[in-house]
């Protein structure tokens, strides 16, 4: 089959479009033809080299697919061949405690499609027949592919991390980004305020036009001084974190007293600094969160195969202009998720 691997660890051009092995279709697993697959920040940072973590050499990225089954492994009944599907992009052990009690993200084998197995970089990809969700015809395979990682963080945050109500105001940091606009159609379609932060005019345009109650351009304006004008003095209930270094300490400004700041990710940088009295005079409560579980994921498909949620889609390239792909990622200039089109 045909993938992009690197055999090192590098910038862009490290990425090689050649030939691979097949995957071997074990019993209890599902063989993918991919359609198509979605860029995601992990692949950049796989790509240039984790500390203490040694991937597989040579590696095939690619946690977000969509596509068709092409084969069914021993002992799978309850799908066929030919099956327009989309992958739970999580990989669990399933019998463990965490498992058992529908916290399999939570697993101590938890591991994600393209991190330490074979992605969906490649013209096929094989994975346990418990990640496939089949989809609607009316749901493209592109829109499916730029579903699953980015709304099952969202939802996971906004509910199982930030507690969600519907009178909550809920600020969303980076609304260009993957997560960021899951995280306001979810925000909205719970009832919530959404208040979001964008770089320039057009994206805090992009972002209203998904539902963000306000949209403040932090290119120009003094973020936590705005979110205290928009409310009252109060500040935000819940704030959706994930860029890290460049926005925490107005991410934190931002809250209100007993407010809940969620993060998944720190792409500007991983160290930060908190002033403890402002941990426990305002009695603020700091999450982690990662990835979220299957039922969660199917939770939010469901609003997907019903038409409340709809990926934003920023770009598509070809499998072999990979790179030209996660290069577009790195700037910070899309708006959405970029995916590759395979088959």
């Known amino acids: 089959m045909k993938s992009i691997r690197f055999h090192t660890h590098g910038g862009p051009e490290v990425l090689v479009y050649e030939d691979a092995p097949d995957p071997e279709v074990r019993a209890g697993h599902v063989l993918v033809r991919v359609a198509a697959c979605a860029v995601n920040h992990l692949d950049l940072w796989q790509r240039g080299g984790l500390d203490r973590v040694t991937l597989p050499l040579p590696h095939v990225s690619g946690a977000d697919v969509a596509g068709t089954i092409a084969e069914l492994g021993q002992g799978v009944s309850g799908l066929a061949v030919g099956q327009r599907v989309m992958l739970q992009p999580g990989l669990s052990c399933g019998h463990c405690g965490a498992c058992l009690s529908d916290r ?187 990835m979220g579980s299957k039922t969660e994921l199917l939770a939010a498909a469901g609003g997907f195969f019903q038409g409340r949620y709809a990926p934003v889609v920023d770009s598509t390239y070809p499998l072999r202009e990979a790179a030209e792909a996660q290069s577009r990622l790195a700037t910070g200039n899309q708006f959405g998720k970029i995916v590759l089109a395979v088959n």
Not at 201 to 230: F, M, N, Q, W, Y
């Open 104 to 290: 399999d993200h939570q697993c101590d084998r938890y591991d994600v499609l393209g991190y330490q197995s074979a992605g969906g970089y490649a013209e096929m990809v094989a994975v346990p027949a418990e990640n496939i969700i089949p989809i609607p015809n009316r749901i493209d395979f592109v829109s499916a592919a730029a579903f699953p990682l980015t709304f099952l963080t969202a939802w996971h945050m906004l509910f199982a991390g930030g507690h969600l109500k519907g009178d909550d105001t809920v600020l969303v940091v980076a609304a260009g980004s993957g997560v960021g606009q899951a995280a306001i159609q979810i925000a909205k379609t719970a009832q919530a305020r959404v208040i979001a932060t964008a770089r320039g005019e057009d994206k805090c345009a992009r972002a209203s036009a998904l539902g963000a109650d306000h949209a403040i351009d932090s290119t120009r304006e003094d973020v936590p001084k705005r979110v205290k004008a928009l409310t009252e003095g109060r500040g935000v209930n819940i704030v959706i974190e994930h860029v890290g270094a460049a926005t925490w300490n107005q991410s934190v400004r931002s809250l209100a007293k007993g407010g809940r700041l969620v993060t998944c990710g720190a792409t500007t940088g991983f160290e930060v600094s908190l002033d403890l009295r402002h941990l426990f005079a305002r009695q603020l409560t700091f999450v982690g969160s990662y």
